[in-house]
């Protein structure tokens, strides 16, 4: 069965650049969406279809995919963007339609 | 606005059946491609995707879960159920409703309930 890889954390300092990775033999084949998650609160969606914005993201969030990876990538990094980051697949061919990575905690120095 | 909300029990005991409703407001499980659908995730762990059902009444279930879990809607209420029986101490987590803009896998889960959490009793 597919399985979608993210670090475990990843720390930045304040007005750098962070990048969160999320890899996959599915990925390739799939969109990637990416959920951002404050702590005691349910996740948002900040990305779909790789790189797509909700209206009301801002465009320092960003996306993209590159063979088995996708990167989420957030400039200028702000205090309030330390959260638990989940990137999420959907695939009902396989054996797991709903699948998500284990998630990562962007932690701002 | 559109708004979805979890109700149900936050303590079962093993092996009972957990039923959790979600009521959701600004939209319509009558619109063609509309769904919506159960994630959950234990405290501390991973998000893990467990059911949705459809405008047309397709479901779709985690399938290692399937065997225990039933979803269904209420279109005249704007509710979907979520019932899972024999429920086991591993199924102890906050369970969100969510809603999803069609079957296609460019869709994501574009809105989510609060969550409500759910403890299991041995």
């Known amino acids: 069965s597919y399985v979608l890889t993210q670090p475990p954390s990843v720390s930045v300092a304040p007005g750098q650049t962070a990048r969160i990775t999320c890899g996959g033999t599915i990925i390739g084949s799939k969109s990637v969406h990416w959920y951002q998650q404050k702590p005691g609160q349910a996740p948002v969606l900040v990305l779909f279809d790789d790189s797509d914005r909700p209206s009301g993201i801002p465009e320092r969030i960003s996306g993209s995919k590159s063979g088995d990876t996708a990167t989420l990538t957030i400039s200028r990094v702000e205090g309030g963007d330390e959260a638990d980051y989940h990137c999420?697949?959907?695939?009902?061919?396989?054996?797991?339609?709903?699948?998500f990575g284990g998630g990562t905690k962007l932690t701002v120095l | 606005q559109i708004t979805l909300e979890e109700s149900g029990p936050t303590l079962v005991k093993a092996t009972q059946t957990l039923t959790l409703t979600c009521t959701f407001s600004g939209f319509s499980l009558r619109t063609a491609g509309m769904g919506v659908g159960w994630i959950r995730q234990p405290p501390g762990k991973a998000l893990e995707w467990v059911a949705i059902?459809?405008?047309?009444?397709?479901?779709v279930y985690n399938p290692s879960l399937k065997s225990r879990l039933t979803i269904t809607k209420d279109t005249s209420k704007n509710q979907v159920v979520l019932t899972l029986t024999n429920v086991d101490p591993v199924d102890a987590a906050t369970y969100y409703c969510t809603r999803k803009r069609g079957y296609s896998h460019v869709v994501g889960f574009d809105r989510w309930g609060q969550g409500t959490l759910v403890t299991v009793s041995s």
């Open positions: 999420q697949v959907w695939d009902t061919s396989g054996d797991h339609p709903g699948l």
């Open positions: 059902i459809y405008w047309d009444d397709d479901k």
